[in-house]
T-cell receptor, first 114, second 114 residues
Framework: NAGVTQTPKFQVLKTGQSMTLQCAQD?????MYWYRQDPGMGLRLIYY???????DKGEVPNGYNVSRLNKREFSLRLESAAPSQTSVYFC?????????????FGPGTRLTVL | DAKTTQPPSMDCAEGRAANLPCNHS???????VYWYRQIHSQGPQYIIH???NNETNEMASLIITEDRKSSTLILPHATLRDTAVYYC???????????????FGSGTQLTVLP
């Protein structure tokens, strides 16, 4: 049981390039999330998917798109990367219909945009 | 979500119990207490949660005072790998299909000393 996995672990992009961050979970969780964490700061929610087939914006969605490919996979796309998107990106998942808000996180993708 | 207050840092000797306090004096009756931790450069990790009663799992114990205004996370036999920032979060239970950003405060930096 791998939990939440993310690829790649590290990525360097030039301004304007595009890329997709991949996330998969094998816990049969319904909800999945994408967060970013800047140095010395807390998590900020980019997008989430409450269940397969649905996605919604979080606090900081500009410059990103997401796809909930199936129940297991939730990808985050940067169409035209900017230096302000340099950050660590975490994917998380949560089991529904639990009423508690326990989220399980992946190891993160460290992205640098030059 | 109720505000929480944690000491900024604590030390603990390896093999001893680490007791991390959290104040949440404005907690309401339907709010849960959650504990997460973040080891340097890794994704946040769920530890434990509780509503009223004390809870124990394979990682830790959670002691909630009778008035629910404070709680203590106990790591019974701390190891060097437990060095991390520990976050106490208070949140209401949520309904299926909803999703909310998980917001960490500044937390407590626990350093386990050899």
């Amino acid at each position: 049981n791998a939990g939440v996995t993310q690829t790649p672990k590290f990525q360097v992009l030039k301004t304007g390039q595009s890329m997709t961050l991949q996330c998969a979970q094998d816990m049969n969780h319904n909800s999945m999330y994408w967060y970013r964490q800047d140095p010395g700061m807390g998590l900020r929610l980019i997008y989430y998917s409450a269940s397969e087939g649905t996605t919604d914006k979080g606090e900081v969605p500009n410059g990103y798109n997401v796809s909930r490919l199936n129940k297991r996979e939730f990808s985050l796309r940067l169409e035209s990367a900017a230096p302000s998107q340099t950050s660590v990106y975490f994917c998380a998942s949560r089991y529904l219909p639990s009423s508690t808000d326990t989220q399980y996180f992946g190891p993160g993708t460290r992205l640098t945009v030059l | 979500d109720a505000k929480t207050t944690q000491p900024p840092s604590m030390d603990c000797a390896e093999g001893r119990a680490a007791n991390l306090p959290c104040n949440h004096s404005t907690i309401s009756g339907n709010e849960y207490v959650y504990w997460y931790r973040q080891i340097h450069s890794q994704g946040p990790q769920y530890i434990i949660h509780g509503l009223k009663n004390n809870e124990t799992n394979e990682m830790a114990s959670l002691i909630i005072t009778e008035d629910r205004k404070s709680s203590t996370l106990i790591l019974p036999h701390a190891t060097l790998r437990d060095t991390a920032v520990y976050y106490c979060i208070v949140r209401v239970g949520i309904s299926s299909g909803s999703a909310r950003q998980l917001t960490f405060g500044s937390g407590t930096q626990l350093t386990v000393l050899p």
